[in-house]
């Protein structure tokens, strides 16, 4: 009697679980979240868990000539330069303009470097949201750059900041399940790959075998085998 064993041969990237970068994200709390000339709040109006944070007021009543679509909850957090990241948030707009089809939602990065010197760039883009599509997610990857326009020490990367933003100011907005993920180094995935295949492929297989009354153990034969992909 041969019994066969199939052993099935996942994703070794997926084995390893990425690292969250952002505190809170699931905006249960205001806490590491910052807003600035405008107003936030929690609301039980949420995507998950059992809140999300609501931004309101924007329109800087010091500065009305400008405009302040960039107005939103922001986080900072450390990236490693040159290093690829996944960026994710919920968003969920209140109101609509007269007059438009829809509003832009972007996840910005704002790169601060140790001069002091910032460059923006956007993780991730949502066009035509209206106030009827509810939840609304936004999605997208970024590599965080090394040095600004010089290589000067004083132009090398200190922090980001995770910005949601994008709708016309005065529009109101509620944000939740905010992420920043590392997905991998870029130049170095030899040596990660070979861990997951030393720890997952080459592990050893425990099988434990029940027969019925009438087969004797001594019969029985496991035969392992990979399954095709």
Known sequence: MITTLLVWAGSLLACSKAAELLQNGDCETMDHWHCYDIHCELTTDHHSGRHAIKATNRSN???KSQKHD???PIQSFSATPNFLYAARAYVKLLDDAPGKIGQTFDIEMDYVYADGSHHYKA???HPLVSSH?????LQGD???PHHGKSRSVSHYLKEVRVKIQGPDPGLSFLVDAVSVTNI??????KAPTDDVINAKRKSDIHVHVTTSGNVDKNDVQIQVSAAPA
């Open 70 to 72: 960039y107005e939103g």
């Open 133 to 137: 599509d509810g939840w609304v997610l």
């Open 142 to 144: 970024f590599k965080a």
């Open 123 to 125: 993780a991730a883009h």
């Open 61 to 63: 009543s010091l500065f």
């Open 184 to 189: 991998w180094r870029g130049t170095d995935w």
